[in-house]
């Protein structure tokens, strides 16, 4: 048996996809939503399996790890993350530094369709198109099959939303929807357009109830959908706030707190630091932060004030 374990945004289910028009259809799995490790269900799929595709998965040391555990017979890993190259003789490693998975995937499955933009708008949006290289052939696809831009965006979107409303089964079952689906049909997807709306209603009022104060805007909310680096990005790219802190008390017994700067800093990367010292699962880059925890008001007060400390040095 051969299986596909895959990213849960639209590039990882789109170059799922591609595996399977390629190769027939194959069980599929994605890990936890928004975990970096693999369930006991994940593993035991791999276990069962002679050869397991890892696209777009950016988990080389946890795949290493299945490796060395004797659970892994072959692999052939494609990703495009920047990440420390696996050496394993289980292991067929392929990393590209390309705007997608789903790009490195078609490349070497020899595939080209509206699914190798789909997953490279779902990571970029429409900066893609830009993208030199990369987006003219985009368009070129796009053009054969008679798809607007608009249309690949807002496709992405609608695959997304199975991960951020934090539906796990949804983001596996997209795959197979995908193996026979034309635009229109992920266009006009009921459940997805439904998901969609309830996500961008739910981030507007939290966007709307945000208070800023010297440029810096803070909000707290309660939700379980994985929207909170949505939020951020909406209020310093769309708000005109410098900087935002936001808190979400409510995800699934667990806090979740992000700060995005307009402007990125080292100093954040030094707050990554301190965070984990503090015993957070803390990441991201000089521009923005995440973290999540347990409902914890005495952690959730300590991640804040450094926050808030890092950014009065900053701005
Ligand atoms: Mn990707």
Avoid at 67 to 93: M, S, T
Avoid at 148 to 163: G, M, P, Q
Avoid at 200 to 205: A, D, L, Q, V
Avoid at 285 to 314: H, N, W, Y
């Amino acid at each position: 048996m051969e299986i596909v374990v895959h990213h849960w945004d639209a590039d990882g289910i789109s170059s799922a996809t591609i595996i399977m028009k390629e190769k027939g259809r194959l069980p599929a799995f994605t890990p936890p939503l928004g975990e970096f490790r693999f369930d006991p269900r994940v593993e035991s799929g791999i276990y069962s399996s002679n050869l397991v595709y890892f696209v777009d998965l950016n988990m080389p040391k946890e795949v290493v790890d299945l490796a060395n555990r004797g659970l892994i017979d072959k692999a052939i890993f494609i990703d495009h993350h920047i990440q420390e190259p696996i050496k394993h003789e289980k292991i067929i490693y392929h990393n590209k530094q390309y705007p997608s998975a789903s790009f490195l995937v078609s490349e070497l499955f020899n595939h080209e369709s509206y699914l190798t933009v789909l997953g490279g708008v779902g990571d970029l949006g429409k900066s893609l198109f830009e993208l030199e290289g990369f987006g003219e052939k985009a368009e070129k696809i796009l053009e054969s099959e008679g798809i607007k831009k608009e249309e690949i965006l807002k496709a992405a979107l609608l695959l997304d939303s199975n991960y951020i409303t934090m539906d796990r089964y949804g983001v596996e079952e997209a795959v197979f929807y995908l193996l026979n689906a034309e635009i229109d049909d992920i266009l006009s997807r009921e459940e997805w357009l439904d998901k969609l709306r309830e996500i961008e209603n739910e981030i507007s009022k939290i966007v709307n109830s945000a208070k800023i104060k010297d440029n810096i805007a803070e909000v707290e909310f309660y939700s379980p959908n994985a929207i909170i680096s949505k939020v951020v990005r909406e209020l310093v790219w769309n708000r005109k706030a410098k900087a935002c802190i936001a808190v979400n008390r409510g995800f699934n017994g667990k806090y979740q707190v992000y700060l995005r700067l307009l402007k990125g800093s080292e100093e954040v990367i030094k707050l990554i630091d301190r965070l984990r010292n503090l015993g957070i699962n803390a990441g991201g880059k000089p521009e923005v932060v995440g973290c999540v925890f347990e409902a914890d008001e005495f952690k959730l007060k300590s991640v804040v004030s450094e926050m808030r400390l890092t950014l009065e040095a900053i701005l």
